[in-house]
């Protein structure tokens, strides 16, 4: 009886395995072949609208396309914001923005030529995973959860081989 479950037991688990591993690329990967861009939120400056952790899909637009209300990503210096912005300034090239969770507007405008694009759809605590995936750590383990399940299924596959054959 143990002989026969064993080799079921390393399939499931391989498969199980794989699974994880695609369901953790698929939202890194998939959104970039259409042409968005993924991040993770860091701050708490859009809460309750947009978590800290949550993974954002960014949607180019051009700026003039961007109206009030709309959630843009743009580039202050080294740092990625994301924003609601309040005004679009058509005339200057510059957004008015400000963090849901701020009490005031920021401080210094946003260029268009700083924008990044706007928010498409932000999905809360999938950013954790995301971050810890993009890494070379993560590529290292996600790479390891292949291997792991590439050997399971062969292991499986041997297993119900010598039960066939014996």
Known sequence: MCHKLL???CSALSAVILFV???VCVPMTVPRLFGYDVYTVISGSME???PVGSAIFIERAEPEEITAGDVIVFYRGEAVITHRVTENYTVTGEFITKGDA??????TPAAYESLVGRVALSIPAIGYILAACSNATGKIYLAGGVAAAILLWLA???LRRDDENG
Do not use: W
């Open 21 to 23: 591993v695609a369901a």
């Open 48 to 50: 309750p609208a947009i």
């Open 7 to 9: 080799p079921a037991v």
């Open 156 to 158: 499986g596959g041997l």
């Open 102 to 107: 701020n009490q005031k507007e920021d401080l």
